[in-house]
């Protein structure tokens, strides 16, 4: 069916979007899931030092010029996470799997026979920074306010303190025509894209019959709820889509010492948004038997960052890199929609916007906004060509995340509140052992490693916990092939909250996420 789209700012949208994007949707952008490849992962991301990995360029540009050998490589990637949901009085678990091919890269090396730039590298390297498709989960609670609580809220304070006139919200022949008749869908649509800001929810609510005027007068502006005070919530969140980033890479050996590159990188994000809450009565106290509130937001974006690094080898054995990331500027693209269910006494009362062609109705924004920049130091050191400790210190300020948008500037001054500067920390090992097959020398590798990354938060309960991680890899290397696999998994504790008003309180979500990944690496000359 043919989509209707009206321009408007989300941040306009305020109340009726209860769930639309604010900085806390940029945050998730902003922050990158670990890697792509088996190798590195096995090791826990600590490459920033020793490079010769696909994902190590994404960590330090200068690993590309590591390499002896153009190389070929993809990975595979299954991803399980483990929802553990403390909600008011209720428990509850959801668990989520996926697969994909999550990394493609493609490195050349071309000597140039010069001792002072020794080779020359070019790379690609795609890798999956975020896979929302495993970002599901459902929870339940009793408590003493609904949304029929929520929707009375806005109709009785969404105008800056007052109530709205029952007339601005709906003209009076609409509302008895909508209450008492049918449903006229087209009309209720038209009017919700006449309004603006908390007045959406407020409409929604007093047509959908949840709100009940005190008098049936233009001028009126005081609400009651036909709801009660007992009711069993389902909240419902479902995302899916991804947020891929490319590496365009160049890089040099200078020496024998010393390696630098640069990374120019494009980023692409693709999600899809479900947030639903149903509210069935619990008591005999209610004339609303159940309302069902669903939003969906839609999101676009593309964004462009550039990293440079530099690695050096100042005595045997010892590797020291540090490298840079600039902030990602990005461009986005939503889309946003909203649907409300409702019986209230015998009455089945469904509100769809649609327009006068029967077309569903999505509002649409867009806006910019840029993240944190961040700085890596890493140290490694190799014994006997035998065994590898690796070390990788990442700092980044989120509360450099700013939108440059007019119609969310407002939100950077919630940044500056609530976000803060952070520590990642990345340790891994690999031991490897020689075996003979075929007269030709060939290794085994066994890898270990610990991640642990600060939130970004201020506050000692935040919606993104610290993030703690262990990993464990072995791989293969066969002549001008190697195959490796690894297991990762990362705990993280975590609170949700889907309304900004009255259903405030927040379910506490201790996620286990595990990743199995098989890379595949060929020699190419």
């Known amino acids: 069916m043919k989509r209707i789209y009206y321009l408007a700012a989300f941040a306009l949208l305020g109340g009726a979007a209860a ?8 945050l998730r952008y902003s922050t990158e899931e670990l ?20 994902s190590a360029i994404n960590i330090n540009p200068a690993g ?19 929802y553990d949901i403390h909600f008011l009085d209720t428990k509850s678990t959801d668990k989520m799997n996926d697969f994909n091919v999550n990394q493609f890269s493609v490195n050349f090396v071309i000597p140039t026979g010069e001792p002072v730039v020794k080779k020359i590298t070019f790379a690609f390297n795609y890798n999956q920074m975020k896979n929302f498709d495993v970002d599901k989960f459902t929870y339940f609670g009793n408590g003493g306010k609904g949304l029929t609580d ?21 003209p009076i022949d609409l509302y008895n025509r909508n209450i008492n008749t049918r449903w006229y869908q087209e009309d209720v ?22 709100v009940e005027p ?22 419902k969140l479902e995302r899916d889509g991804y947020v891929n980033k490319y590496n365009f890479n160049f890089g040099m050996q200078l020496g024998d010492y010393v390696f630098v590159g640069t990374n120019l990188n494009s980023h692409s994000i693709n999600e899809r948004a479900f947030y639903g809450l149903r509210d069935d009565a619990n008591g005999d106290n209610s004339t609303v038997t159940y309302v069902n509130h669903q939003q969906r937001v839609e999101t676009t974006g593309s964004g462009f960052s550039f990293q440079l690094g530099a690695i050096a080898k100042p005595i045997e054995g010892l590797r020291l890199g540090v490298s840079y990331q600039s902030p990602t500027w990005y461009s986005m693209k939503e889309q946003y929609r909203e649907v409300l269910y409702s019986k209230v006494g015998t009455q089945d009362r469904d509100l769809e916007l649609l327009n006068h ?21 890493s140290a490694a050191y190799i014994i006997a060509k035998r065994a590898i400790l690796s070390v990788d210190y990442t700092y980044k300020a989120y509360d450099n995340l700013t939108f440059r948008s007019s119609n969310m500037r407002d939100e950077n001054q919630i940044i500056q509140k609530d976000l803060g500067d952070t520590s990642a920390l990345r340790i891994g090992g690999e031991f490897r052992v020689p075996f003979k097959m075929g007269g030709a020398t060939n290794y085994w590798s066994f890898r270990a490693g610990y991640r642990y990354e600060q939130s970004p938060y201020r506050k000692e309960i935040a919606p993104v916990g610290d993030l703690t991680a262990y990993s464990g890899g072995i791989g293969v290397t066969l002549g001008g092939v190697r195959l490796d696999a690894s297991y990762d998994v990362a705990k993280q504790t975590n609170t949700f909250q889907m309304y900004e008003n009255v259903l405030t309180d927040k379910a506490e979500i201790k996620s286990t996420q595990g990743n199995f990944l098989f890379t595949f690496t060929a020699r190419l000359f």
């Open 214 to 235: 005190v008098a049936l007068t233009a001028t009126n502006t005081s609400y009651t709820s036909n709801g009660g005070n007992n009711w069993k919530h389902k909240y």
């Open 150 to 170: 929520y929707f009375t809220h806005y109709a009785n304070a969404g105008n800056g303190g007052s109530g709205y006139q029952f007339g601005y919200l709906t």
């Open 64 to 82: 590309s010029a590591v390499y002896n050998g153009s190389e070929i490589s993809f990975s595979l990637n299954n991803n399980a996470r483990k």
């Open 19 to 26: 769930s639309a994007q604010n900085y806390g949707d940029a």
């Open 35 to 54: 890697g792509a490849t088996a190798r590195f992962r096995g090791l826990s991301g600590a490459f920033g030092a020793l490079g010769g990995d696909p």
């Open 189 to 210: 649509g038209e009017q919700y894209a006449h309004l603006r800001g908390n007045a959406c929810t407020a409409f929604l609510g007093v047509i959908s019959g949840i």
């Open 357 to 377: 062609y029967s077309d569903p109705i999505w509002f649409e924004r867009e806006y910019k906004f840029r993240t944190p920049s961040a700085w890596t130091g």
